[in-house]
């Protein structure tokens, strides 16, 4: 199949105003794009792009007094199979994961793995290692916590959605992989384009998702607390110890967001 992204994402500003911002597809998903995909700012200032540490594509520029309409597009291939699901994965030991790994186990700014550690231990102690591990923490995350727009916060940490039980779908992610870095599983966070493919369509606006990665059996296998169902289509733009590391856009100064839209929709042969 071939899925159609995109966005459209305005910021008002006083004054001009460096940015950075994290929109692009990931690298490896670059092979999948149909022609090539395009990002650029109105008023037409250059966009100066990098990878971060993490492998990321991230953009630079400076918005002029005014501010700045960010857009993009692309057209995507896609198997069209759901995530992959292997119950025989199994969890590495430490001692034998990778040296890039371990970061993937220490606390990070929004997951605070030492207030979370006893919980963890108590709640999935005795749930067999590997993927039925990571299974049984994402589902009681998905259980746990209760979905909805107005417990969005900036500053919400995993110790935070653990306590409150509500947040949106960054927070399901946190949640978990830190309950899965407590248990001596690296668990990363991804963001990206995730349409409504293969279920009935949501009539809310569409946002950018949030889910989480495990590393089982070599690899990185993926997950999502909010949903915890395997979804078609997903397009991996970053990821990063947290949503710290991936934020979508960052500003140097003072900026007001004025619009935010996004598409990701699956093309239909005429």
């Known amino acids: 199949m071939e899925i159609k992204v995109g966005f459209e994402i305005a910021y008002a500003a006083v004054q001009p105003t ?6 692009s597809i990931h690298p490896s998903r670059f092979s999948d794009i ?14 100066g792009f990098y990878r971060d540490s993490f ?11 005014g ?23 199994q969890q590495v030991l430490i001692d034998q994961l990778p040296d890039e790994l371990l ?14 550690t006893d ?13 039925a591990r990571v299974a049984a923490i994402t589902e009681f995350v998905h259980n746990h916590v209760t979905f909805g727009y107005q417990h969005a916060h900036h500053m919400k940490s995993a110790h935070d959605v653990f306590e409150q039980k ?12 830190t309950f899965c870095r407590c248990m001596g599983i690296p668990a990363r966070y991804c963001t990206g384009y995730m349409g409504d493919i293969g279920i009935p369509p949501d009539p809310a606006p569409m946002d950018f998702s949030g889910w989480f990665q495990a590393y089982l059996s070599g690899q990185w296998y993926t997950f999502d607390a909010r949903h915890n169902y395997p979804r078609i289509g997903r397009i ?14 960052t500003s140097f100064g003072r900026m007001t967001l004025v619009k935010f839209f996004v598409v990701s929709d699956e093309v239909v042969a005429a």
């Open 166 to 177: 509500n947040g949106v779908c960054r927070d399901f992610a946190h949640l978990a992989l």
């Open 18 to 23: 460096p940015m950075v911002m994290m929109l």
């Open 34 to 47: 149909v022609g090539s995909e395009t990002i650029v700012a109105d008023p037409n200032v250059p966009i």
């Open 236 to 249: 991996l733009m970053a990821t990063g110890r947290d949503a710290a590391d991936v934020a979508l856009t």
């Open 55 to 65: 492998g990321n594509v991230c953009g630079r520029l400076v918005a002029p007094a």
């Open 119 to 131: 919980t963890a231990w108590s709640l999935f102690g005795n749930t067999p290692t590997g993927w």
């Open 103 to 116: 970061l993937y186990l220490m606390p990070s700014r929004y997951c605070e793995t030492d207030k979370l």
């Open 67 to 89: 501010g700045v309409t960010l857009r993009g597009s692309a057209l995507v291939r896609d198997c069209g199979l759901p995530d992959v699901v292997n119950p025989s994965a």
